[in-house]
């Protein structure tokens, strides 16, 4: 598996970026997906997840600002973020999601999100 995320970058507080993630060596299309983001000296958080089937999660922190979404032609994961926060300053993740909800073992190198105030 593997999992090639970009669309990071600087950006000032209130703008936006759009995330991607290629994936490869999985069947997309049969996979729930997610965006995950680890700032420093923080663990890890869940972001947002969309399912196979279309269900979406967003947490409470991005909810309303953050959209995900796929194309399952392109085996590609995307993440729009609007109106950013310079608390969203992170190393962004994409990670297939096993049962219960789990992300794999297959981490990619991650895109850096920097948000100035």
């Known amino acids: 598996v593997q999992l090639v995320e970009s669309g990071g970058g600087l950006v000032q507080a209130g703008g936006s970026l759009r995330l991607s993630c290629a994936a490869s060596?999985?069947?997309?299309?049969?996979?729930?997906m997610g965006w995950f983001r680890q700032a420093p000296g923080k663990e890890r958080e869940l972001v947002a997840t969309?399912?196979?089937?279309?269900?979406?999660y967003y947490a409470d922190s991005v909810k309303g600002r953050f959209t995900i979404s796929r194309d399952n032609a392109k085996n590609t994961l995307y993440l729009q973020m609007n109106s950013l926060k310079p608390e969203d300053m992170a190393v962004y993740y994409c990670?297939?999601?096993?049962?219960?909800?789990?992300?794999?073992?297959?981490w990619g190198q991650g895109t850096q999100v920097t948000v100035s105030s």
């Open positions: 060596g999985l069947t997309f299309p049969m996979s729930d």
């Open positions: 990670n297939a999601l096993l049962s219960g909800g789990r992300p794999s073992v297959y």
């Open positions: 969309l399912s196979r089937t279309g269900g979406i």
